[in-house]
């Protein structure tokens, strides 16, 4: 099992607004602001949509937005575009040289 | 434009081994701290290993001992050879990219599969 959890699924109606959870420990999502939220289609390459929790690089819209609460990450898709369907991991440093992800989150517009 | 191209994925018998290469293009891969992760069938993303822009190497327990990382800096490309390997290195291959000391994964290669199978 993945160690940061997931909803297998979300869905919305295109401008609506949708939230993906991702729940860690204290030792990952809790303990550090280095969450990071990736764009994945089927046999492409991830795209990084938010790091340290709420940043986004440049050419990300501002439709996509991140937040964090204890040991629970969020990334809230807003008003959702037939193109926002894809799938959606989190990530976490969790300290001394290493990494942990989500299962992933696939995003259905409706 | 930053790229990453992976290759060298395949089948492979349990106990075999196999070189992946991840090529680099609008970047040099020793400015950056470099890192493999991997994703099995059906399963999250696990980390695997990298390399800092200084040349220091970290790896994840569950590849130690039996993977290394390199990187040739004439060819910009980084490396993983991959040994003794066991049916539950099955997955996808990422190599991506860090901003040194970001501590996120700014670009990502779309994947090499590999399949350890008898």
């Known amino acids: 099992q993945s160690a940061l959890t997931q909803p297998p699924s979300a869905s919305g109606s295109p401008g609506q607004s949708v939230t993906i959870s991702c729940t860690g420990t204290?030792?990952?999502?809790?303990?550090?602001?280095?969450v990071s939220w990736y764009q994945q289609y089927p046999g492409k390459a991830p795209r990084l949509m938010i790091f340290?929790?709420?940043k986004r690089p440049s050419g990300v819209p501002d439709r996509f937005s991140g937040s964090k609460s204890g040991n629970t990450a969020s990334l809230t898709v807003s008003g959702l575009q037939a193109e926002d369907e894809a799938d959606y991991f989190c990530?976490?440093?969790?300290?001394?040289?290493?990494?942990?992800f989500g299962g992933g989150t696939r995003l259905t517009v409706l | 434009e930053v790229q990453l191209v992976e290759s060298g994925g395949g089948l492979v018998q349990p106990g075999g081994s196999l070189r992946l290469s991840c090529a680099a293009s609008?970047?040099?891969?020793?400015?950056?701290?470099m890192h493999w992760v991997r994703q099995a069938p059906g399963k999250g993303l696990e980390w695997v290993t990298y390399?800092?822009?200084?040349?220091?190497?970290i790896y994840s327990d569950s590849v130690k001992g039996r993977f290394i990382v390199s990187r040739d800096n004439a060819k910009n490309a980084l490396y993983l050879q991959m040994n003794s390997l066991r049916d539950e290195d099955t997955a996808v291959y990422h190599c991506?990219?860090?901003?040194?000391?970001?501590?996120?994964?700014?670009?990502w290669g779309q994947g090499t599969l590999v399949t350890v199978s008898s």
């Open positions: 990530s976490s440093y969790a300290g001394i040289n290493n990494w942990v």
């Open positions: 991506a990219r860090e901003p040194s000391g970001q501590l996120t994964f700014d670009y």
């Open positions: 609008g970047f040099t891969v020793t400015s950056h701290h």
């Open positions: 340290d929790v709420y």
């Open positions: 390399i800092r822009s200084s040349g220091s190497i």
């Open positions: 204290s030792s990952d999502v809790g303990g550090y602001n280095y």
